[in-house]
């Protein structure tokens, strides 16, 4: 505070040193939450849902920190293109790691609700995951007519 000013009045900086360093501390530990999931997470799902859900939302405001004490207009399209990519990559790579770790079968399936990947993973091994009770015969693409 300015010692002059014995009113007690906040200035601007102050308001937006007080919200940057708010962003910085959840930002902070928003990311220390999702490293502790990784390690301490049981299975494959439950890291990659640790790694992914708090890791943006922590750099999102850990951004919105560092553009609100650069105080310049210019800093914020960089900000918003790396926040941008983030959203981007991030689900894909979630994807492809429990795709992979699905397939390698790094994972519980009893904690599993639904498992709506198992048919396609079946049919693209060439075994059909459906009973084969009261289906005719495959005839090799003929027509039956």
Known sequence: ????????????????????????????????G???GLLRFPDLMSRMHAATKPQVLGLFLLLCAVGLQMRTW?????????????????????????RAGYRTKHLHPELLSADELEAVVQQAAGTSGFSDEGAEPDDGGRDRR
Not at 16 to 21: G, L, M, R, T
Not at 74 to 97: E, R
Request: charged share 5%; no cysteine; proline share 5%.
């Open 1 to 32: 505070m300015n010692p002059d000013n014995s009113s007690g009045d906040f200035s601007g900086d102050t308001v937006i040193d007080a919200v940057s360093a708010v962003f910085m501390l959840v930002g902070a530990l928003m990311s220390l």
């Open 34 to 36: 999702a490293a502790i």
């Open 74 to 98: 210019w800093v914020w399209p960089v900000l918003v293109v790396a926040w941008i990519f983030q959203l981007l990559t991030v689900p894909v790579s979630a994807h492809m790691v429990g």
